[in-house]
Structures are given as C-alpha cells and as structure tokens.
C-alpha cells in the first residue's frame, strides 16, 4: 500500500513541475506597466471582421434571461426590426446584415464576456445593446481593448465619453437637466428623491441636489430601494410629512407598482404631489397601473405619440411585426435609430473598419421617429429633443413641454455652471 | 444508522490509500488537457476557460466541505468576493496611481467626493492585498462557523444563515456606491502586479498562474480528503454524535473544513478578477452562491475530481447554451438540479460504477442486483466517495 | 407621536406581509423539515392567479373573492405535485431538498415568463381598497390593513387545525417523532401530503394578497424567499407563533431603522441582525423540546 502511494507521487511531482515549468516559459516575456509598450497595447489589436463576403456581421447583447429582461428584449425586438429593413433595402455598402445575438443575462461580467465573444470569436463589425450603467460600465474596457464598435441605446447618468462607445439615449443635460428647469418653471421649490439603489438614480440625484442649491430650490429628502424592492410603506410616510411639492422618481422597473401603489393609497395623485419619472415608459405603464400614473409626468426625448412622418411608420411597422398591443418606448427607439447611425457612418467613411467609421461619425444625421438626430464627434452622443410627458388615459405618454430644438448633448455638463465639481 | 457506522470504520483502512490509481489517472489527464489547452485554444477561449477554472476553485471547496463535511453553505458568494473586491480595490488603486495618476479610482471622484475612504488604503500595498485575500475570508468563515457550529446550528440552519449572509453582503456593496462601486462593481483594470492585463503573453501567463493554483488546491483537498482531518470530518457528516462521544469536537472539524472552503473561495474570486476583468454584486448573489452548488452536484460532491469537472461542465454548458436558447437553459438548469440531486446524490460519478455492474450483468457474470440504488439518506453521496476511480 | 404610530403600523404592515409569506412555510418547513426554495414561487403562482381570474371576472373586489380559493387550490395542486414526484423520495435529506426546489423554482420563474411575459402584469385592485384610513392620528391604507387581517386570519386557522383537529394533531405528532407516530398507526405519507398541500396553498394565497401592494412578475416569489426563511428560523421551527413575533419585530425594526436611514440600508441591517440574533438563540424565540438528538 505505501510503496503504491509513494509511486503515484513521485509520477505527479515531475508532472507538476513540467506545468509550472510551461507557465515559466510562457510568461517570461509579457509587458509590464511601466514599460512604454503597455499604453499602445490596443492599437496593435488586429481585427478579424470578414469584409469579404456578401454578408457582414454585426452583434445584438440584451438580456433575455434575469431580471432585466423585462426592458432589454423590447429593444431586442427593435433592433431586429431596424436590421430586417436595412436588409431588405440593400443592406449597409451592399452587405446584407447577419445578427449574431448574445444574452447578457443581466450580470455585467457576462455582458462583459459576451461582448468579448462577439468581438473576438465572432468577429462582428459593431455591436447594439447593454442597458444598466453596470453593463456598459463592464463591457467599456472590453470595446476599448478590442478597439471595436459599441451603441448604447439607453438614457443614462453621464459623465462618461469612451471613444468607443456611441450613446444613442439621452444624455443628463437632455433629461434630467430639462426635467428640472421644467419644474422650475411650474414653480416646484421643494423636490423629494426617490430611487433604485444602484448608480443611475445616486448619480442622477447627485446632479439633482447640484441643480436645485443653484437654482433655489431645496432637496428635502433623498431615499432608496434596494432594485426591486417592494416595500415603501417607511418612504410614503416620509414624504407625507417632508412638505414637498414633488417627486422625482429614479425608481427602476418593479419597483414602481409597489411605490405609486402605496402612494396613491396614502391619497396622493398628480395634482396633490406632481411626480416626474425617468424610468417609466409606455411599456411599463400597465404593469405599474394606469389608474395610479395617469396624470403623472414623465422625461424622455421619444414618445409613441409623436406626431412625426417617421414616428408614424416607426410605431406601425413595428406593431404590425409584433402585434398591435405592442407599444414603443424611447430606448426602443434609441436602438432603432443606432443602427441606422452605424449604417449612415460605415457609408459615409465607405469602409466598416472601426476607426474609420469613427473619423467620419461626427455630423452624421438621421431622420428619426423622434425628429432629426445628429452624432457628436466629439463625445459620441447625439443631439436630441428633450421632451417632458403626461401620462393620458390610454396609457400612453402625450408630449406636453420640449426644447424648441434639439439640444446638444453634454454628458460631463461642462456648460453648467452649477455643475462644477460633479465629474 | 448501522450501516453508516460501519462505513466509517471501513474507511479507515482506505485512509492510507488516498484517491485511487484511477483517480490519479484522470488527475493526470485533466491536468494535461489543461496545461495543453492554450496551444489548440484561442485568446479568448483561453480566458473564459481561466474564468471558469476561476469557478471551479469554489467547487473544489464546496466539494469538501459539502460533500465530505455535509454542510451545505448557500454563502460561498460571500466569500468569493471578499477574495475579489480585495484584489480589485488592489488593482484600482494601482492603476489610479500608474504613470503619474491621482491615486483615486475613477469612480470615487464620479459616485464620491474624490477621496480614497481610509479602509481602502491599506490595499495599496501588494504585499498587505496578497496577505487580506486569504487571511480576511477566513476570519469571516471563522467567526461565523465557531459561533454557528459550536452552538449546534445545523443542517438547515447554517443553510439558511449563510444566504442572509449573501444577501446582506450584496446589498451592502450595492449600497455602499461611493466606496465600492455599487452596482457597477469594480472594472476596467489595465495592470496586474505591474503587468499589463491586455497583452497576449500575460494573459497566457495569467491562464497558467490559475492553472497551477487549481492543481494545487486539488492536490492538497484530495490529501486532505484522505487524511485523518478527512476521516472525521467524514465522521461528522454521517453522525455527529456518535464522533461527539468519542471524543471529538464536531464544531472545530466543521468550522475547520468552512474555513478551508473559505480560503478557496476566496483565491478564486481574487484571481477572477484579473481574469474576468469585472467584479460585480451580481457575481456573488444568493443565486450565483447557488449555482456554485450544481457543478458541485453534478460532478460528485464527495468525489476528488468531481466539483471540478462539474463545474468546468456547467460553465461551458451554460456558455454555449444561455445565448443561442436563453429560456431553454433556464429550464435545463432547474432540471439539472432536480435530476441530479433527487436521482444521482452522487453525481455523474456514480454512474460509472453502476454502469460497470450494469455490463458486468449484461455480459452473463453474477451481479448484485438492488446494489446499484443509492440509499435515501443524506449521507449517501459518499458511497461513491473514492469511487470515482478506486476501483 | 403620530411619527411613530405611524412608524410601528408601518412596521406591523410590513410585518403582516412577511408573515403572510412565511406562514406556509412554517409548515413545510417548521413542522416537515423541507426547505421549500420553491416558495417564493407558490406565491408568485397565486399572485398570476389573480391576473388570470380576472381575464374573465371584470369586477375587481369579486375577482379577488375568487381567487383566493383558487390561487389555494393552484398552488397546493403543484406542491402536491412536487412533493409527489420528488420529495417525497427524499424526507431522509433535507439539505438535498433545498437544492431540488431552487432547480423547481427555476423552473416556474422560467414557466411564468414564457406563459405571461417577463414584464409586469396589469392587476385592477378594488376601488374601496386603494384608499386609507387614519388611526391614532397616523395613515394607513386599506390594503395594509387587510393584510394584517388576512395575515392574522391564516394563523389563527393554522394554529386551529394544528390543535384542534386530527389532521393538525397528526401532523405534529410526525414533527415530534416520526418513527413513533408511523408505529402508532398514523398515516404519516398521507399526513406529509396534506402539509405540504396545505403550506403551499397557503403561499398561494400569500401571493394573492401580494399583488395589492407589489407588482406581478416572474420574479416575485423570489424578493420574499430569504425574508420568508429567517422569519421560520428565527422564529423557532414549529412555532408558528414564534413566526408572528419574529415577523412583526422583523417589520417594525425595519421601518424604524428605514425611518432613520434609507429602505436600503434598512434591508441588509436587518438582515444582519436576524443573523446575529440567530448567533445569540440559534434554536429561535421558541423551540420545541424533543427527545430526537437531530
């Protein structure tokens, strides 16, 4: 028995040697830090997007699995729209589009290493997708490393501009910012915050708190949930007795039945305590309770209701294909319009290769259902047309206030004054 | 009762035998497939299966302290980013201060008011990182199991405890954003150790550095396995009592073996996140903790090289599958663990015996019949203990 | 003073609801020793039964009368289900049923996003329920206060049954001694059976209750499944009056703690403190004495 083991680990102690030996020899030569050659270590990257042929490969990242798959695949749904059309009318350079899909599964670390996948393995041109700040904020390193293409279709905090990510949603200077000159106007003085606990609402509450000391207002609570969190029992009560004139809601998903349930049970509605959302679009109002939102506000820059040439085809076209109960959302249509953007860059620069597209993005426009929308070269958002909605007894969003034109997007809010020291 | 007994006296001849001739066999081969994989793999592959492998240090973990201890800790999440925030606060202040920076990760200045929080300074230090990464999460699983196990908490108690714990530990780093990174995690690291993570031979290197720590917990979980620590906490699983009356202090081999799953644990979320480049709150949830279990489970919980070789199976199933039919594997992830634990306690592993009894019947010899079905109790998974290989 | 009248109703309110969704489980899991991580999803099963009743019932109070029996029925239908199929092969591992429910539950998260979609479903609640009554110079909503009521009507009904009839001695007579229960001639199978249907429905009706203040997702269940266990264990197994003050101390000390901070802090403090508090009596508020050393 002894001389057995005894054997066994002397056949393993040279194997295990002759493994890390391997590692050794392998590893001898890397780049380290403070080397020069670590900082270019992206611009050697090659990439191995196949132009050849007469399809091109682009990749869609949503979450079709977990819990944010509840907004995630309504733009799924879009963006296969947007791709159907382009294909059908020619394709991007005479490509017809081929769709490589991946599921983030609402965990940042697998949007992070599906977005790898589809960069490396699949080799797609450009990418569509991601909505949590957490899922761009993971997949940023990977699009910059990879050098490789990423739209964001989703309003998000700001204070970011990779140079290789486009951000086709709202930046805080076309939302938030406009959300609160809007209540200034209508003579709101004392807000209280409400939202998820994650880093959008924190974020958007931080510029929130900057704006209402400059401007003469007064924050008079700031509370959070934990994401999906059903209980505000505690929080309705403090707003009941914090005298506030109204609420800016950052509330995510579900989290927004439970809250406006027990806020309308306390006996607010929109005319007692005026509530502005950021997070709550057609495609939530049911699940929340029509009877509990009408009359609320909320801030967006697309609305299915508007009255536009392109909207009217965009929200047709897309019941049509997915069924006339189906409604838009502005980060549907966000989407939509990204892959058009892409499309009208990759022509303009006649090549998909990344820094190409890049250098020829600045300027490029594109009638959207939302009204024209044009890329910033400079920090890779467009131009959009806030806009301030109220919720109406069909349970879509009607347009009530918006910028005469659309606004330039200014994501560190480096033209507010007030803003100094948020970023 | 009996017959459990009776086991753990039988084993105790198998002590000196450790893992079988097969055992090491398949040990060799894996370690081989792994070490060659980078030839045939490319770059990418090669860090998802360092991701996995990742993993996989938790299973090895879980697989002796579930497996051979029977305490099922649905709070390895906890664990794992202790383990992974303490490198990555590492790797974000190292970064902050490479080539002339500040010193303040990016997101204290956007989410903060730009200062490092004092209990983050002292993971400048590589030095103070590589002694935190295994010493904090031992003292954690060590004040738990000591209080837990020496009250006599048990079975389902410590189950249930140790998700709170997950949970609690979750909602925490969410809600602590200006210090942690809330929901965001900790991510875009560009150095590890003074090496640039994006370069193609350090990644390698990476890939063998997480290749080498997976033997090696292997080697020490299966000398451990075998050991007399091994017998008794064996012992302990099957009946507490009875290894109480003669003498032992169940609480201490138990938190013992917690303590150890804890170091694993630990390592793995550490060296996860040079690899993964990310560590989020949404890697070390309730149901992550969970699905830590399933490889486990499947592999052979009691078995040397099953956590394992569960794990790394799930991992890639789940890869392969989530993307291309996201709901499909959702209801082959529920019926993996149905499957699997109600019909094979012992894992995939214990197929092997009893297909071999099943050709030895086909083939005409004299077989036990009924000797194939697994016993109902939760002691049974160790039947198959070394039999993965030792026969 | 109305601050904290208002604060401890809060509590009570979010007491009730905790209660309401471990009082099933106090049966499954108190009195059969299984840990049903499948729970949150009974209850999410009776919160879709609602929606479904009401596709055809427009009226909203009749609906609700409904569905409570249905959603009992639904939900002990697919406990019986599972506890026929599986569990019942596995009363000798506990631990292991823990793991076979969390692969159930997968399973029904998955089953209800395919069958209803994975956003939230529309519910109409009750006109007479959306509104508030003020007590002691604080608000509470109707719907709070018929959870509280609900909450306590279950109890009362459980702890009954448990008492005074049969069925409820010979469940806790296969609790306290199996072995010596079967060799009684109890039918301790069917009694298993019976549980576990029982405690099922139960969260059924748990999940109607939950629609009136949350939203009706897949998800759900699962946002009360940890709540549900701590207020069981920390309320000492087979007490279920030990779950009542587990859940409203649980309650009342969120709200106060939420009050102070934020509702997020709120939830992980707390869960802190059950774990503590668990440290401190691991046996929980009350504990039943056996002669079993398990």
Known sequence: MHDHTSSRRRTLLPFMTAVAALGLVVSGCGSQVSTASGGSASASVKSCVDTSGSKIKIGFINSLSGTMAISEKTVRDSLDMAADEINKSGGVLGKQLDVQAADGASDPNTFAQKADQLIRQNCVAAVFGGWTSASRKAMKPVFEKDNSLLYYPVQYEGMESSPNIYYTGAAPNQQIVPALDWMKSKGFKKLFLVGSDYVFPRTANKIIQAYAKANGMTVVDEQYVPLGGTDFTTIVNKLKDSGADAVFNTLNGDSNVAFFRQFASMGFNSTTMPTISVSIAEQEIPGVGLDNLKGQYTAWDYYQTLDTEQNKKFVSDFKARYGQDRVTSDPMEAAYVSLYLWKAAVEKANSFDVDKVKANSDGISFDAPEGKVTVDGENHHVYKTPRIGQVNSAGLIDTIWQTPSPLKPDPYLKDYDWAKGLS | ?391 | MDVVVGQLLAGLSVGSVLLLAAVGMSLTFGQMGIINMAHGEFIMIGAYTVYMVQQFVSVAALSYVIAIPCAFLLAAAVGVLLEQGVLQFMYRRPLDTLLVTFGVSLILQQAARDIFGAPAVAINIPEFLSGHVSLLGAAIPVSRILIIVLAMVLVLLVSWLLKATQVGRRMRAVTVNRELAEVSGIPTRRTDRLTFALGSGLAGIAGVAITLIGSTTPTLGSNYIVYAFLVVVAGGLSSIWGAVIAAVALGIVQSAIAFGTTQSIATWVSFLLVVLFLQWRPQGIFSLKTRSLA
């Open chain 2, 1 to 391: 009762m009996k017959k459990t007994m009776s086991a753990v006296i039988a084993r105790r001849d198998r002590r000196v035998a450790g893992p079988g001739r097969s055992s090491w066999i398949l040990f060799a081969a894996l370690a081989m497939v792994l070490a060659l994989a980078p030839m045939v793999l490319n770059q990418f592959n090669i860090g998802l299966l360092a991701k996995f492998l990742c993993y996989s240090m938790v299973a090895i973990g879980l697989g002796l302290l579930w497996g051979r201890g029977g305490v099922l800790s649905l709070g390895q999440g906890v664990f794992f980013g202790l383990g992974g925030y303490i490198m990555a606060m590492h790797m974000q202040l190292a970064d902050a201060s490479a080539n002339g920076g500040s010193g303040v990760p990016e997101f204290m200045s956007l989410y903060g008011n730009g200062h490092v929080p004092g209990w983050w300074l002292p993971f400048r230090s590589g030095v103070v990182t590589l002694i935190a990464i295994p010493v904090v999460p031992m003292l954690v699983a060590w004040a738990l199991g000591a209080a837990v196990f020496k009250r006599r908490v048990k079975g389902a108690y410590f189950s249930i405890l140790s998700q709170a714990l997950v949970a609690a530990f979750a909602l925490l780093l969410i809600g602590a954003q200006t210090s942690t990174g809330g929901s965001n995690g900790l991510s875009d690291f560009t150095g590890f150790f003074g090496y640039v993570l994006n370069d193609p031979v350090n990644q390698r290197s990476l890939y063998y550095l997480v290749l080498i720590v997976v033997l090696v917990m292997l080697l020490a979980t299966g000398l451990l396995m075998y050991s007399r620590f091994g017998e008794v906490l064996l012992a302990v699983r099957d009946t507490e009592e009875r290894v109480r009356f003669l003498g032992y202090d169940p609480a201490s081999i138990k938190t013992a073996a917690f303590v150890y799953a804890a170091l694993l644990a630990s390592i793995g979320g550490a060296l996860f996140v040079p690899v993964a480049g990310i560590i989020s709150p949404s890697d070390i949830g309730v149901t992550p903790s969970i699905i830590f279990l399933l490889g486990v489970a499947l592999g052979g919980r009691s078995t040397f090289l099953g956590p394992v070789l569960g794990s790394l199976i799930v991992s890639i199933a789940q890869n392969s599958l989530s993307s291309a039919f996201p709901s499909f594997w959702s209801y082959l992830e529920g019926a993996l663990f149905i499957v699997v634990i109600a019909l094979l306690p012992g894992g995939v592993a214990t197929l092997v015996p009893s297909i071999r009894r099943w050709r030895r019947r086909v083939s005409g010899a004299p077989g036990a019949r009924g000797g194939s079905r697994a016993s109902q109790t939760d002691a049974v998974p160790e039947a198959s203990a070394g039999e993965l290989v030792s026969r």
